[in-house]
């Protein structure tokens, strides 16, 4: 089993920033794909952001380009979120995944393994 723990959210002004981690342990494993997804109140879980294993490849949905970047550290089985120029749309519970043996970038939320519990993110206008 993967355990994923998400830290980072809470409460910024708009325009502000945030950087959500996510760090993973367990059995974990070298090459697996990891991913950022969020839920808004009242809305389905829609995708964020992805990074292959070797970090060298990145994707991003079309709301957060620019503003949004997707890191990782294998080393500490970490993968940020760094969040800047937060709006109030930006608001939503925000989830960490990973795929096991992922070999690419995964948009879809069937296609990742493991789910972190989730950190609340609130952009105030």
């Known amino acids: 089993q993967v355990q994923l723990v998400e830290s980072g959210g809470g409460l910024v002004q708009a325009g502000g920033s945030l950087r959500l981690s996510c760090t993973a342990s367990?059995?974990?494993?070298?090459?697996?794909?990891r991913g950022w997804f969020r839920q808004a109140p009242g809305k389905e879980r829609e995708f964020v952001a992805a990074?292959?294993?070797?970090?060298?490849?990145?994707y991003y949905t079309d709301s957060v380009k620019g503003r949004f970047t997707i890191s990782r550290d294998k080393a500490k089985n970490t993968v940020y979120l760094q969040m800047n120029s937060l709006k109030p749309e930006d608001t939503a519970v925000y989830y960490c995944?990973?795929?096991?043996?992922?070999?690419?970038?995964?948009?879809?939320?069937?296609?990742?393994?493991?789910w972190g519990q989730g950190t609340q993110v609130t952009v105030s206008s």
């Open positions: 367990g059995r974990t494993f070298s090459s697996y794909a």
């Open positions: 995944a990973a795929k096991v043996l992922g070999s690419t970038l995964y948009a879809s939320m069937g296609e990742y393994d493991y």
């Open positions: 990074i292959s294993w070797s970090g060298g490849s990145t």
